[in-house]
């Protein structure tokens, strides 16, 4: 029987042609690479999956901490600041005519039908609140006897208002609601409970408005009703409709004030024509609030502008032309005026936001060029193989492109749909791209560095760190690294973040500074390792000199993961600045609000014994005494300064506590000198002053001073302001006189102390004067609390920190995973030569030290440098307060390192590495030497 031709096997791998294009195999390709190795096609899709969960959730996340701080603040704000209002005053003066057909409910009706077609997207307006109506222009004084009046002789004063829908509105108490005829001059009304009820009014009462032109209105109460709904804008978008307001005369603060009632009545819609008796008129009015739920942080300047047509722009004259009403405009205050500083803190805020973002998403491509260049690795035996055998680049490429495509775009877009459900809002954009592009980060880089590996076939050149000469590419390369960084610093700081104008390049600033350090550390890197070799190699022991000489053979290749390392610790010190400088300036500013950790201050002086009393209090430690004329003004240059009286040891320890001033001249202010009593004041003082005497002008009247020393700033005082400080018995003994008048008595007390009781502080200065003002530093420091905006915005910072430490401590392990192979082989081998267990751990630990320290103090370092590099440039403020401090003369908030953002990130990355490496050194004794050695071969 002949023999039957044997079959013909082509494996994976071998070429038909020239270019090795064409494959052919018993099983296909992917699926049978996915087989050989489970665990890794696993542990990869979930890698790529997280990083496409968290790049396609952080713009997501930003827009819905945003919209949500947006829509807080607007829902917070009073009906008439979320609105859109328009007005229009009507009388017989202005609209002599057709004046009574303009204020009809059919003309309202008309009117708002109007506006809502001029409207358009995105400014949305809830037309289920809109409150439209008819006022009297200006609230009439109300003459009858029998209402109550704060202050005599000045009468309260009344606004009639018609809204539609009052009935649904509206429960009836007592009586009944108005009806539109009444007669000539008279008009019938509904007050609610809480109106009757202050007023003294009840069904059947009659009050007299009369204007002082000689108009003249009687106004019948028919009912007293009760609200229904008492939050719905019916009722909030006018002032004072559910309750009387006790008001003060115009003029009249300064002085004496004088009180009158505000109160407001409710007229029948169809009754509107006999309030234009009167001689101002009326007005009538729509309040359109804004549709919270379609308001979006992205569209917020869009909906400024929309306001601004309205009110100045193209569509305001457009409204005027379609109603046919002269006069008719939209208020500038309401809407706009809320979400336009909004706007402002947004743009302040995003650059910040911006600059972690980067950070972070440098460090997760970083991993996973690491993660493809570990796969790389795994196979280049395999791929050499297969390129001996004739395999084309070209081939290579395509199977190997496919076969971590078919692992990457699956699982990013399964991360992708996760954000999309677990993080819902209306943009989706930006989380696309963003898996996009980790999907494709993670299918080409394995194929891209196992191509790069195996280009040429060449017999392995082992290469380390120490041996390797940069080639002048690499130095070209890296000198352009360092001068983009240079750039990118320079224009962050000359540009700053404060006005919102921060680019990707300047967003990569801390980015860009930590690859220079990387290149920098790199560089040097080899020169304490051949430093230590030679003393290493005469010592008696085995662990150092072979801990040294395996560090100095590090692989080239651990630039990525060193950089890694670098960005990561250098954007979570650059969170940690931020963080830290934003508390630092709320501090300076409760501190500025205060003077100290309490004061009281009292309008003309304190009395006597208070400081004695307050310095037994509990959690006191000190008190100052210190008299301010403020606002004085030099003779000669007109200069404004701020007087202070001073005891110099308790003021000197005041200073030094605060932090402003650790060396104030005390003994020179308290010297007995004859001649004018010392000052220290102000540099711009001191170049005004020169050393001749200068006259003081105080309450008490002028006396000299002397300046004998300068200082930048003072406590109790502003920064920025200019300031004379003298001591008080240096100005007693050169007036006496001066003392019995009380001239010289102090007008605030500053107090320092831990744990300062508020309770009993108030309690003890309102028991010696009711007109004290007490202030606490730490409720100061409480009420600089951050507005949705800005906690949303540390939130997102915090969150993307953390991602960012995840992911360093990830390329820590992948970089600890790719040596792997090698440190088992040689542990193993050491072990067949008698090395113990404990040597071998240490061994284990020092092979790869240098390298995770170099990371980690480099990563410190780093750190370190960036926040005074970057610090003129980013401006905190928009993080710290709403809009700017509460005192103008704070300075602006910038970066301020926190040690523990430094130190911390560092020593955990070196605990976790050095745990790791000592276990895989216990491991690698109780796995036996047989399987290791086996293992090292294959690798």
């Known amino acids: 029987m002949p023999a039957l031709p044997r079959r013909r096997r082509t494996y994976a791998g071998s070429g038909t042609g020239p270019t090795g294009t064409a494959f052919s195999a018993d099983a296909p390709w992917i699926r049978t690479r996915l087989?050989?190795?489970?665990?890794?096609?696993?542990?990869?899709?979930?890698?790529?999956?997280?990083?496409?969960?968290?790049?396609?959730?952080?713009?997501?996340?930003?827009?819905?901490?945003?919209?949500?701080?947006?829509?807080?603040?607007?829902?917070?704000?009073s009906v008439a600041d979320r609105s859109v209002t328009a007005t229009l005053d009507v009388s017989w003066l202005s609209?002599?005519?057709?004046?009574?057909?303009?204020?009809?409910?059919?003309?309202?009706?008309?009117?708002?039908?109007?506006?809502?077609?001029?409207?358009?997207?995105?400014?949305?307006?809830?037309?289920?609140?809109?409150?439209?109506?008819?006022?009297?222009?200006?609230?009439?004084?109300a003459t009858d006897p029998n209402l109550p009046r704060p202050t005599r002789h000045i009468d309260p004063r009344a606004t009639l208002v018609a809204q539609p829908d009052l009935d649904r509105f509206t429960r009836v108490v007592d009586g009944r609601l108005p009806r539109p005829g009444s007669g000539a001059g008279t008009v019938e009304a509904a007050v609610t409970e809480r109106t009757a009820h202050t007023m003294r009014l009840h069904t059947g009462s009659v009050v007299h408005l009369a204007e002082a032109g000689g108009a003249k209105l009687t106004v019948r109460?028919?009912?007293?009703?009760?609200?229904?709904?008492?939050?719905?804008?019916?009722?909030?978008?006018?002032?004072?409709?559910?309750?009387?307001?006790?008001?003060?005369?115009?003029?009249?603060?300064?002085?004496?004030?004088?009180?009158?009632?505000?109160?407001?009545a409710f007229v029948d819609e169809r009754a509107t024509g006999a309030l234009l008796g009167l001689h101002e008129g009326v007005t009538t009015y729509w309040h359109h609030p804004a549709d919270t739920d379609a308001l979006t942080a992205s569209n917020a300047s869009a909906v400024v502008d929309r306001v601004t047509a309205l009110t100045s722009g193209p569509q305001a004259a457009r409204l005027q032309q379609l109603t046919g009403l002269r006069g008719f405009t939209v208020e500038e205050e309401g809407l706009a005026t809320h979400v336009e500083p909004f706007g402002r803190e947004r743009a302040a805020t995003a650059p910040l936001i911006m600059v972690a973002a980067v950070g972070v998403g440098t460090v997760a491509v970083i991993v996973l060029l690491m993660a493809g260049e570990l796969a790389a690795a795994r196979r280049r035996t395999e791929l050499m193989l297969m390129r001996a055998r004739g395999a084309g680049l070209r081939g290579l490429a395509v199977r190997l492109l496919g076969e971590s495509a078919l692992?990457?775009?699956?699982?990013?877009?399964?991360?992708?749909?996760?954000?999309?459900?677990?993080?819902?809002?209306?943009?989706?954009?930006?989380?696309?791209?963003?898996?996009?592009?980790?999907?494709?980060?993670?299918?080409?880089?394995?194929?891209?560095?196992?191509?790069?590996?195996?280009?040429?076939?060449?017999?392995?050149?082992?290469?380390?760190?120490?041996?390797?000469?940069?080639?002048?590419?690499?130095?070209?390369?890296?000198?352009?690294?360092?001068?983009?960084?240079?750039?990118?610093?320079?224009?962050?700081?000359?540009?700053?973040?404060?006005?919102?104008?921060?680019?990707?390049?300047?967003?990569?600033?801390?980015?860009?500074?930590?690859?220079?350090?990387?290149?920098?550390?790199?560089?040097?890197?080899?020169?304490?390792?051949?430093?230590?070799?030679?003393?290493?190699?005469?010592?008696?022991?085995?662990?150092?000199?072979?801990?040294?000489?395996?560090?100095?053979?590090?692989?080239?290749?651990?630039?990525?993961?060193?950089?890694?390392?670098?960005?990561?610790?250098?954007?979570?010190?650059?969170?940690?600045?931020?963080?830290?400088?934003?508390?630092?300036?709320?501090?300076?500013?409760?501190?500025?609000?205060?003077?100290?950790?309490?004061?009281?201050?009292?309008?003309?002086?304190?009395?006597?014994?208070?400081?004695?009393?307050?310095?037994?209090?509990?959690g006191v430690r000190d008190v100052a005494a210190v008299r301010i004329d403020a606002d004085q003004h030099t003779e000669r240059g007109g200069i404004t300064y701020d007087l202070l009286m001073v005891d110099p040891g308790s003021y000197a320890r005041l200073a030094a506590v605060t932090g402003v001033d650790g060396r104030f001249p005390a003994a020179v202010l308290d010297g007995r000198r004859a001649g004018a009593p010392a000052a220290v004041v102000s540099p711009r003082l001191a170049t005004e002053f020169g050393r001749d005497p200068i006259t003081m002008q105080t309450s008490a009247g002028p006396f000299d001073v002397r300046a004998v020393a300068t200082r930048d700033a003072a406590a109790v005082v502003p920064d920025g302001r200019n300031f004379v400080i003298v001591s008080t018995k240096a100005v007693a003994r050169a007036h006496p006189e001066w003392l019995e008048a009380s001239a010289l008595d102090p007008t605030a007390l500053y107090v320092t102390g831990d744990h300062v009781d508020g309770t009993a502080l108030r309690a003890t200065a309102h028991q010696a004067s009711a007109r004290l003002t007490v202030k606490l530093r730490s409720q100061e420091r409480a009420a600089l609390k951050a507005t949705a905006l800005q906690s949303g915005a540390q939130r997102v910072y915090l969150a993307v920190v953390a991602a960012g430490g995840g992911y360093c401590a990830l390329a820590l392990l992948l970089f600890l995973l790719q040596s792997s192979p090698q440190r088992r082989t040689a542990l193993a081998r050491l072990r067949t030569m008698g090395m113990q267990a404990r040597q071998r751990q240490w061994l284990a630990v020092l092979d790869m030290l240098p390298q995770i320290l170099l990371g980690a103090v480099g990563g410190m370092l780093t750190g370190l440098a960036v926040v005074p590099l970057l610090r003129p440039g980013v401006d905190l403020t928009a993080l710290a307060f709403t809009s700017r401090p509460p005192m103008a003369d704070v300075p602006a908030v910038v970066l301020d390192t926190d040690p523990l953002a430094l130190f911390l990130p560092s020593a955990g990355l070196l605990a976790v590495a050095c745990a790791v490496l000592a276990a895989q050194a216990w491991l690698t004794g109780r796995r036996g030497e047989g399987a290791n050695l086996r293992m090292g071969d294959q690798t």
């Open 407 to 618: 692992t990457a775009v699956p699982s990013a877009a399964a991360g992708l749909v996760l954000a999309l459900l677990l993080i819902p809002t209306q943009r989706s954009a930006a989380a696309v791209w963003a898996a996009s592009g980790v999907a494709a980060v993670a299918s080409l880089a394995p194929p891209l560095r196992a191509l790069l590996s195996v280009r040429a076939v060449r017999p392995g050149e082992p290469e380390d760190l120490v041996r390797a000469r940069p080639s002048r590419r690499r130095t070209v390369a890296e000198l352009t690294v360092v001068l983009v960084v240079t750039g990118a610093v320079l224009a962050l700081r000359r540009r700053g973040t404060a006005d919102g104008g921060l680019d990707l390049l300047t967003a990569a600033a801390p980015v860009l500074v930590a690859v220079v350090a990387a290149v920098v550390l790199l560089r040097l890197y080899p020169l304490p390792l051949r430093l230590l070799a030679r003393p290493a190699a005469r010592l008696r022991g085995a662990v150092l000199p072979l801990g040294v000489a395996r560090a100095g053979r590090a692989p080239a290749t651990a630039t990525l993961p060193l950089l890694a390392v670098l960005v990561a610790l250098t954007v979570t010190s650059f969170g940690g600045a931020v963080l830290s400088g934003v508390a630092a300036g709320r501090d300076r500013a409760a501190l500025a609000a205060v003077g100290a950790d309490a004061s009281i201050e009292a309008p003309a002086a304190l009395p006597s014994g208070l400081a004695e009393r307050v310095h037994l209090l509990s």
């Open 35 to 77: 087989r050989a190795a489970p665990g890794v096609t696993l542990a990869l899709s979930l890698l790529v999956l997280v990083t496409a969960f968290l790049a396609a959730a952080l713009p997501r996340a930003i827009d819905v901490q945003e919209d949500s701080a947006l829509r807080d603040m607007v829902t917070r704000a």
């Open 95 to 141: 609209f002599p005519y057709d004046a009574e057909s303009l204020v009809t409910p059919r003309s309202l009706a008309s009117t708002e039908s109007t506006f809502q077609s001029v409207v358009r997207p995105p400014l949305a307006l809830d037309g289920r609140q809109t409150v439209y109506g008819v006022r009297t222009a200006q609230a009439v004084p």
């Open 221 to 264: 109460i028919t009912g007293v009703v009760r609200p229904q709904h008492a939050k719905a804008s019916y009722w909030n978008a006018e002032p004072d409709l559910q309750a009387p307001k006790l008001s003060t005369v115009p003029g009249e603060l300064r002085k004496d004030p004088k009180f009158y009632w505000h109160f407001t």
